[in-house]
């Protein structure tokens, strides 16, 4: 891949610290990741205990509700003993929907909660490295295809003049708008040298 689609520099030092922020940025992310996936496993045990008392609460309500049908044909107190039972049964399927509601509230609030944990840090570190990275790499592609053009060199002198500081200019020359427009090499190879490192990209003749 051309090294004018990576973003990065060409500039070791510039590089190494490119490299660092990246590393920074994944272990950031890494961390917090574990910490949402930790606080998502969490609230997740509480909707599977919801989902084992309904389960439960399910199975006691078919078994007390078969013991209620039986209980009626009980001479004397069967019907007394049914309606017992089978009032035991509503109850138990009462708990099963209170478990059923448990689990599915703890299931929606174990994803929200684990994003909020997650994604608030992630983002706060993300979106500032991404924002530098894209505005780099955009800075990098346009002196890169500037300088590819026939008067590439003279285009960079031109940019330097106009984006670099007065210092800076002044350590090329003493005037450096003259010697752009007298065409004076050594000076536009200078100028257009601040405008490659300004874009992190080591100059050639370097």
Known sequence: MSSQLLPYSTRPVRLAAQLFSDITVAVWTTIWLVVGLAVHNAI????????????????????????GYGAQ?????????????????????????????????????????????????????AIPWLFLRLRFFRRKRTVTALAATPAGEELLALRAMMNRAPAKLAEVSADPVGAWRDGDPDTIRELAALEWRAAGIRPEDE
């Open 44 to 67: 997740s045990a509480i909707a599977d205990a919801g989902r084992q008392i309904e389960i439960g609460s399910q199975g006691v309500a078919g078994n007390l509700a078969s013991a």
């Open 73 to 125: 044909f009980l001479p004397v107190v069967g019907e007394t003993v049914s309606q017992q039972i089978t009032a035991a049964s509503v109850a138990a399927l009462q708990l099963a929907g209170a478990g059923h509601n448990l689990a599915t509230t703890a299931t929606w609030l174990a994803v929200v909660l684990a994003l909020a944990v997650a994604a608030t840090p992630i983002l706060a570190l």
